[in-house]
């Protein structure tokens, strides 16, 4: 695939999980942040629900790192070889992510759910929490890319 196809195929990618996400909002809002440290005490919906949230926070994350690595290349930037924090810097100079230290703690967040699963059910509450607090940034932070790449011509 080339760098333009890539970002393409990303920012469809992108474009149905944010809807996803748009699905299960409503859902979520009554009831998060959670205060009651048991989900299991949730109705099933409110449950299936806030694993789906988890699940599409996941998924963005991933696709972003995939879409900006794209992005840098295209714009003539060599990603490759760069860590995160390096691309991070170099997004947030380019005034694609507004802080390159509230990017990072996205990818942190986006690492536990991926890496670790919480033993206490008070662990998954917080984690539950934490993606949903950190939910609205991650999809603002896609629109800036989305809207500059839409801009030149790129997407259909």
Known sequence: MTVEEV???????????????????????????????????????????????????????DMLGRLFRAYLSWEAEDARATTRRDQASQLEKMGIVDDADEWIDA???????????PIAESEQVDRVNDTWAAMQRLTTTYAVPRTRIAARGLLP
Do not use: F
């Open 7 to 61: 970002i393409r195929a990303s920012v469809a990618r992108c474009d149905r999980i944010v809807s996803g996400i748009g699905d299960v909002r409503p859902i979520l809002a009554p009831i998060l942040p959670a205060t009651d440290d048991d989900l299991s005490r949730s109705p099933l919906l409110e449950r299936i629900a806030s694993i789906a949230m988890l699940k599409r926070y996941e998924q963005l994350q």
């Open 107 to 117: 990818i942190e967040l986006w690492n536990r759910p991926v890496h670790e699963y």
